[in-house]
């Protein structure tokens, strides 16, 4: 099966060499996309393929979304995790919007005229996120949002957040425009990876919205909305952590064979080839666990969100041992600036924080199998 889209890999990965890899240095530098990378993203169709398309095969269509965010995790984590967010925000949409709602934003959405992001986590409020402090409550025929969220992936540019707040049925989505009066936004720099993303910080000092904005029921927000998001988004990033993971086995295989130490190739050296035969064994395997989990999504299988979730756990920690060994190899010409290695390093690190921690995500799984158990 996976031979049969060699040809569609091939030519994400052209684009993604193309129009991102040549980026991916200065968007770590400068801690910003260009806007020539979001518009090439946006003339390939790159945005479209977390939508549900009534003309694909689901299995191809959710393949095909696997290995566009495969091929962008390979050029530049950053330029991944604008479209994971997008995708994130966007599959909450199209599940969970009204008829009207859908109409309006999904085909601006796929199309990438408006970018999407999502945003749940607070100040005083991560991995707890049925805590959410933001309050939104009815005034008059409208509500009224205030509060502060953190650490939001293309907070700088989205044009659309779908953001959680607590309401008197509990946490509420919305959909909140970036122009709306009273939302302010902070840029946040200097993180230590993934310094592309663009984060912001929102500010909500009386944000009113009409139940135009409201995205699924009041109370259904964190339950239902969000967690479509963020099943989306441990999907996609598995792809996207695998996709770095190659990046840095492809640097491993070329740097072991051109370094030479003790009048031989790094690569001829059986302490080396053990970390290459690691790195190369579990690359593979979390490849098959993301083809896995897009097979299930597609027939809506009812193990689908425990596969996608064991799937960002599994392929987030592939991608930290081997960006940890890939450094190793390179010594010490892996640890300058001008090296992409210390950025994939950077990269990874952060990979095991977003879309559910690993400690989070290892609750999950643990849960699921008691559930299975009975
Ligand atoms: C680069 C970046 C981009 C992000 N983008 C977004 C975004 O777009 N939208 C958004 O809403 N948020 C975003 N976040 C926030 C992210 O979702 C949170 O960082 C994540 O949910 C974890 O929350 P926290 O960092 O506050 O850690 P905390 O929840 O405070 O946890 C701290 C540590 O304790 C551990 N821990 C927590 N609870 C448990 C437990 N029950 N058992 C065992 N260990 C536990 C965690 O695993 C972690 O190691 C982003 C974060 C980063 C760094």
């Not at 890899?21 to 390939?44: F, G, K, S």
């Amino acid at each position: 099966m996976l031979e049969e889209f060699a040809d569609l890999e091939r030519e994400y990965r052209a684009f993604a060499d193309e129009h991102v890899a040549p980026h991916a240095a200065l968007i770590d530098r400068e801690e910003c996309i260009p806007t020539e990378v979001v518009e090439a993203l946006r003339n390939a169709g790159l945005f479209a393929t977390g939508f549900p398309s009534r003309d694909q095969d689901p299995i191809a269509a959710n393949l095909r979304h696997g290995l566009v965010h495969e091929a962008l995790g390979f050029a530049s984590a950053s330029v991944q995790g604008l479209v994971n967010v997008h995708h994130m925000a966007g599959s909450a949409i199209a599940r969970w919007g009204s008829p009207a709602q859908k109409e309006h934003w999904v085909p601006r959405l796929a199309s990438g005229e408006v970018k999407a992001a999502l945003a749940i986590t607070e100040p005083n409020v991560g991995s707890d996120a049925a805590a959410v402090e933001t309050r939104a409550v009815v005034d008059g025929d409208a509500w009224l949002l205030r509060g502060a969220k953190c650490w939001i992936t293309y907070g700088q540019n989205a044009d659309l957040f779908v953001l959680l707040a607590a309401t008197e049925q509990g946490g509420t989505a919305f959909l909140v425009p970036r122009r709306s009066a009273n939302l302010h936004i902070e840029p946040i720099r200097g993180v230590l990876g993934c310094r592309g993303y663009m984060l912001a910080r929102l500010h909500l000092d009386g944000v009113r919205l009409s139940s135009e904005h409201l995205l699924g029921k009041p109370g259904f927000g964190l339950t239902h909305v969000m967690a479509t998001g963020l099943e989306s988004g441990r999907y996609n990033l598995a792809w996207g952590c695998v996709g770095l993971a190659r990046a840095c086995l492809d640097a491993s295989l070329e740097y072991a064979h051109e370094r030479r130490q003790f009048g031989a190739p790094l690569a001829s050296f059986q302490l080396v080839q053990q970390m290459i035969a690691r790195m190369m064994t579990e690359v593979h395997a979390a490849r098959l666990v993301c083809w896995h989990a897009g097979v299930l999504r597609a027939r809506r299988d009812p193990s689908a969100i425990k596969e996608a979730t064991m799937a960002k756990y599994y392929a987030s920690t592939v991608v930290n041992r081997v960006a940890h060994d890939t450094l190793q190899i390179h010594g010490a010409n892996g640890c300058g600036s001008g090296s992409p290695i210390e950025r994939y390093v950077r990269d990874a690190r952060i990979m095991e924080i977003i879309e559910g921690s690993t400690q989070v995500l290892e609750l999950a799984i643990a849960r699921y199998g008691y559930q299975e158990r009975g």
